[in-house]
């Protein structure tokens, strides 16, 4: 039973092209995130979704897009395609956004790489 | 803003051994929460441990345990009895109470087990 799965696990694509990672959690949970983590391994959040509404979007360049049609997707659509984009996209879920822990369960990476 | 430093990019233990992962964190708040995260070669993140910061006792998972000093402000990973599979990179990360939940990451500490 995967908890948050993401497609596909490896890209690989020229600069300049469109492209879409996925992500689904069957968790049941509010709020998604991506991160992205660079080849320096250093990890930082892109967006956060909670109830399909965008509540955090770090300063990532506009060809970034997510998209949610529901709570249990969070999509990350990507235009035009730049070198420096090359990195692992990592999925995440979480109950929610405040109060107690509220673990974040991590997809398995889907790593990006761009010629 | 949250900063989270880990000044440790590599570290080695022995089998068998104990070994201390070094984390600070920069904060105002005064209510937040702590966590470490595992990521082996296998790129999935795994949350190892985690801290309330209202909480004085300090986290204990089986071989995993914090030392988690409020006012200086550290939060140091203590992996007793290692194992060759504890061979990963460790993230330490930092939640705060107002800013949606998102995780602020270190930069990583790569952790060697020597059998």
């Known amino acids: 039973d995967t908890a948050v799965s993401q497609t596909p696990k490896y890209l690989v694509t020229q600069m300049g092209n469109d492209k879409s990672i996925k992500c689904e959690q069957n968790l049941g949970h509010d709020t998604m995130y991506w991160y992205k983590q660079d080849s320096k391994k250093f990890l930082k959040i892109m967006f956060s979704y909670n109830n399909k509404e965008l509540i955090i979007n770090e300063t990532v360049p506009n060809r970034f897009s997510p998209k949610s049609p529901d709570k249990a997707h969070l999509n990350l659509h990507i235009n035009s395609l730049e070198l420096g984009d090359s990195a692992v996209y990592f999925c995440?879920?979480?109950?929610?956004?405040?109060?107690?822990?509220?673990?974040?369960?991590f997809g398995p990476g889907t790593r990006l790489t761009v010629l | 803003a949250q900063t989270v430093t880990q000044s440790q990019p590599e570290m080695s233990v022995q089998e068998a051994e104990t070994v201390t992962l070094s984390c600070t964190y920069d904060t105002s708040e005064s209510d937040y929460y702590l966590f470490w995260y595992k990521q082996p070669p296998s790129r999935q993140m795994i949350l190892v441990i985690r801290q309330e910061a209202y909480k004085q006792q300090n986290a204990t998972e089986n071989r995993f345990s914090v030392n988690f000093q409020k006012a200086a402000k550290s939060f140091s990973l203590k992996i007793s009895d290692s194992q060759l599979g504890d061979a990963a990179m460790y993230f330490c990360?930092?939640?705060?109470?107002?800013?949606?939940?998102?995780?602020?990451f270190g930069g990583g500490t790569r952790l060697m087990v020597k059998p």
């Open positions: 995440a879920s979480s109950q929610g956004t405040s109060g107690g822990y509220n673990e974040q369960f």
């Open positions: 990360a930092y939640r705060g109470t107002f800013a949606g939940n998102m995780l602020t």
